[in-house]
Structures are given as structure tokens and as C-alpha cells.
């Protein structure tokens, strides 16, 4: 059963039904291979529609760039997807074990991805009528008509940037893998949510010497409850340094400067762990609005439809820039709710036409 939604943008009126649709490969393309856009892929064969689901990266991309020690906030039950159970041996689950969920979810339900193969644009031929253009690893471009599209691009497209002088160096990321890489290093560790106090947490174990960098006066609050003591307990210890209601002004490949006032701090490695902004480029193609204050797209939140027939969204992208609004275990119905539109406009054609088997 579908859950409710947190009030979205305005809701759109009833639209008509075509009265036929021309011949198509597939009933729907998704556009993104995380947890919610498998969850909304299995709901629409579910559903009887067949469903091809494209990712520019691998399956659950997103999961596979945590940090390779992560447990998640989540209970696993609160994050399985198709209805296959997802059982693990602690409280909560590991990266490792989520990966090897959803390898398990995908094969079980037979869902048809294209592994690293990039959407590149969505071309619409009339209501309910799309052809979706891809550049898989070969580079040679490639098209597939159908009558919905489902844009689940996620949370990692667009990382929140400082908008610094040396932001761009080879040296600076927005991501944090694994800690060893720190090792007998400088480093320095921007923000003060879960990703920053995970990612300082793991270089100083591997031996970094760490400086977090954040605007906010202390560690944010939301920072996971069994971690909070490790770090807080660090931090008063000085194990690991921090500069708080401070920002980096400038970015040098040895050290980086603040705005406080203080000395310089020596950095070989600087995380960016400020956040990122869905990735929204191919409804904006499409020509759907995005809220300006909110960055929440157009859509009608009883469907997750936008403003154009047939063309939907599910997980992250729906909530713009309040992220931390949609997360696998609420963004995992909106495969439901989509799946109903869908099914309640193909109903309606009379026939059910593809251009082949």
C-alpha cells in the first residue's frame, strides 16, 4: 500500500486519455537504476507493462559510492523493495549487504538494465509518446520509443559546491570511499552532517590527521545517535580538529585558507561532503518547471506525473532541494502510485501496438 506524500507542488487537473498511441519497443523506460527506480520498475510489470530501466552508471550506483564500512540509518525492512524480503544479521545494514539485496531484487524480478549507459535526452512525439536517446560504453548513440518515461536520476548528480578558488584541483572530492587512502596524510574534511562525521571518523582511524571545516557551530544535529559520542568524544580530545563557524575561502594544492581569521590549514586531500541537488537536467529538457525557492519540479504528487503527459519522477528528484525529505523507504511507493497512472492510461488504448517483440 502506498504511502501518503508530504505536500508537494500544486496538483494538476485530470487530463484526457489518447485515444491511441503509436508503435512503441517498450510501455516505459526508467532513467536510473537506484532503489526507487527498481522499486517503480517492478511495480509497473507488476502492473503488465514492460519496463527497460538505463543507469549511466552500475545497478544502485549511488549505494556503490558509500563509504565501504557504512551502515545505513534505515532498518532493513524499511528499505526493501518488490516484495523479496531483505534479512541481515545486525540492526542495521551494511553497504556490502544492500549491494547484494538489490543484485538479488533485479535478478529475482527479471528487470531488464542498461548498465552505463547514459540518457542523454528525452524527445517528446506527442502525449504519451516518447523516444528516449542513450549513449551506451561503445559511444555509438542509441533510441527507444514509449509511452512513459520514469526519471529517477537520484540524489548524487549535482554536488552542492563551494564556489572556491581550487575547488577543481585533483586533489579535492566530493565523495569518501574508504579512509586508508589518509593514511600519515593532512587532511581536511568540509561540513558537519553524517557524510562528514563518517568520513572524519574513518581517516583518523587510518591513521589522517584530520581538520573538519564547517559553517555551523558544532556537528549538526541529525548526525546518527551511535555515532554522535564517537565524534563529539574525539573532538574534545582534539584527535580530530575542528574549525567551526568557518568556511574555506581558497583551495591550494598543500593547504587550504578560512575565513576566520586563523592560520592556514594544511590539507593533501580536502572532501567536499556538503551535499549534492538531484539531478533534474532531463526534466528541464523536457520542458517541465522547476520551482525556483524549492527546486521541486512540477508534478502532481497524487501520480508523481509532471506537467507533461507521461512523463514521471520518483524518489529524490520529487522533494528538490530538501533531500533529506524522500529516502529509499518513503521514495520506494512512488513505483505504486506511478504504476496506477500508467495502468489507468494504457487501459484506456485500445490496442496495445510494439514496433517489435
Same mark, same amino acid.
Given at each position: 500500500?502506498?504511502?501518503?506524500?508530504?505536500?508537494?507542488?500544486?496538483?494538476?487537473?485530470?487530463?484526457?486519455?489518447?485515444?491511441?498511441?503509436?508503435?512503441?519497443?517498450?510501455?516505459?523506460?526508467?532513467?536510473? *537504476?537506484?532503489?526507487?527506480?527498481?522499486? *517503480?520498475?517492478?511495480?509497473?510489470?507488476?502492473?503488465?507493462?514492460?519496463?527497460?530501466?538505463?543507469?549511466?552508471?552500475?545497478?544502485?550506483?549511488?549505494?556503490?559510492?558509500?563509504?565501504?564500512?557504512?551502515?545505513?540509518?534505515?532498518?532493513?525492512?524499511?528499505?526493501?523493495?518488490?516484495?523479496?524480503?531483505?534479512?541481515?544479521?545486525?540492526?542495521?545494514?551494511? /553497504?556490502?549487504?544492500?549491494?547484494?539485496?538489490?543484485?538479488?531484487?533485479?535478478?529475482?524480478?527479471?528487470?531488464?538494465?542498461?548498465?552505463?549507459?547514459?540518457?542523454?535526452?528525452?524527445?517528446?512525439?506527442?502525449?504519451?509518446?516518447?523516444?528516449?536517446?542513450? !549513449?551506451?560504453?561503445?559511444?555509438?548513440?542509441?533510441? $527507444?520509443?514509449?509511452?512513459?518515461?520514469?526519471?529517477?536520476?537520484?540524489?548524487?548528480?549535482?554536488?552542492?559546491?563551494?564556489?572556491?578558488?581550487?575547488?577543481?584541483?585533483?586533489?579535492?572530492?566530493?565523495?569518501? $570511499?574508504?579512509?586508508?587512502?589518509?593514511?600519515?596524510?593532512?587532511?581536511?574534511?568540509?561540513?558537519?552532517?553524517?557524510?562528514? !562525521?563518517?568520513?572524519?571518523?574513518?581517516?583518523? /582511524?587510518?591513521?589522517?590527521?584530520?581538520?573538519?571545516?564547517?559553517?555551523?557551530?558544532?556537528?549538526?544535529?541529525?548526525?546518527?545517535?551511535?555515532?554522535?559520542?564517537?565524534?563529539?568524544?574525539?573532538?574534545?580530545?582534539?584527535?580530530?580538529? =575542528?574549525?567551526?563557524?568557518?568556511?574555506?575561502?581558497?583551495?591550494?594544492?598543500?593547504?587550504?585558507?578560512?575565513?576566520?581569521?586563523?592560520?592556514?590549514?594544511? *590539507? !593533501?586531500?580536502?572532501?567536499?561532503?556538503?551535499?549534492?541537488?538531484?539531478?533534474?537536467?532531463?526534466?528541464?529538457? =523536457?520542458?517541465?518547471?522547476?520551482?525556483?525557492?524549492?527546486?521541486?519540479?512540477?508534478?502532481?504528487?497524487?501520480?508523481?506525473?509532471?506537467? $507533461?503527459?507521461?512523463?514521471?519522477?520518483?524518489?529524490? $528528484?520529487?522533494?528538490?532541494?530538501?533531500?533529506?525529505?524522500?529516502?529509499?523507504?518513503?521514495?520506494?511507493?512512488?513505483?505504486?502510485?506511478? *504504476?496506477? /497512472?500508467?495502468?489507468? !492510461?494504457?487501459?484506456?488504448?485500445?490496442?496495445?501496438?510494439?514496433?517489435?517483440?
Amino acid at each position: 500500500m502506498a504511502k501518503p506524500l508530504p505536500p508537494g507542488p500544486r496538483v494538476q487537473p485530470p487530463r484526457l486519455m489518447p485515444r491511441s498511441l503509436p508503435p512503441r519497443d517498450v510501455d516505459v523506460v526508467v532513467v536510473g *537504476a537506484g532503489p526507487c527506480g527498481l522499486a *517503480a520498475a517492478i511495480a509497473i510489470q507488476q502492473a503488465g507493462h514492460s519496463v527497460r530501466v538505463y543507469d549511466r552508471g552500475c545497478l544502485v550506483a549511488g549505494i556503490a559510492s558509500y563509504p565501504i564500512d557504512m551502515a545505513f540509518f534505515s532498518s532493513a525492512d524499511r528499505i526493501s523493495i518488490g516484495g523479496v524480503p531483505f534479512a541481515v544479521p545486525g540492526p542495521k545494514p551494511t /553497504r556490502r549487504e544492500a549491494l547484494a539485496y538489490y543484485r538479488l531484487v533485479a535478478r529475482h524480478h527479471d528487470v531488464a538494465v542498461r548498465q552505463f549507459e547514459a540518457v542523454e535526452h528525452l524527445e517528446r512525439l506527442d502525449d504519451w509518446a516518447w523516444r528516449v536517446h542513450s !549513449v551506451p560504453q561503445d559511444g555509438r548513440p542509441r533510441a $527507444i520509443d514509449c509511452a512513459a518515461v520514469v526519471v529517477a536520476t537520484g540524489y548524487f548528480g549535482r554536488p552542492n559546491r563551494l564556489g572556491v578558488p581550487g575547488e577543481e584541483l585533483p586533489h579535492v572530492t566530493h565523495r569518501f $570511499i574508504e579512509g586508508h587512502v589518509g593514511w600519515d596524510n593532512d587532511v581536511v574534511v568540509v561540513g558537519g552532517g553524517n557524510s562528514a !562525521v563518517d568520513a572524519a571518523l574513518e581517516l583518523w /582511524r587510518a591513521g589522517a590527521r584530520v581538520t573538519m571545516v564547517h559553517f555551523g557551530d558544532g556537528i549538526d544535529e541529525n548526525v546518527k545517535p551511535w555515532v554522535k559520542p564517537e565524534i563529539l568524544g574525539r573532538l574534545k580530545r582534539n584527535d580530530i580538529r =575542528a574549525r567551526f563557524d568557518t568556511r574555506i575561502v581558497r583551495i591550494h594544492p598543500t593547504h587550504v585558507d578560512l575565513d576566520d581569521g586563523g592560520p592556514s590549514v594544511r *590539507a !593533501v586531500q580536502v572532501y567536499l561532503m556538503t551535499g549534492y541537488q538531484p539531478e533534474s537536467s532531463l526534466l528541464e529538457q =523536457a520542458g517541465v518547471g522547476i520551482d525556483r525557492d524549492t527546486g521541486v519540479p512540477d508534478h502532481d504528487p497524487r501520480t508523481l506525473e509532471s506537467t $507533461i503527459p507521461g512523463l514521471f519522477m520518483a524518489g529524490v $528528484i520529487a522533494s528538490g532541494y530538501a533531500a533529506n525529505r524522500t529516502f529509499i523507504e518513503t521514495g520506494r511507493f512512488h513505483g505504486d502510485l506511478i *504504476a496506477a /497512472r500508467i495502468a489507468e !492510461v494504457l487501459s484506456e488504448v485500445p490496442e496495445r501496438r510494439f514496433r517489435r517483440a
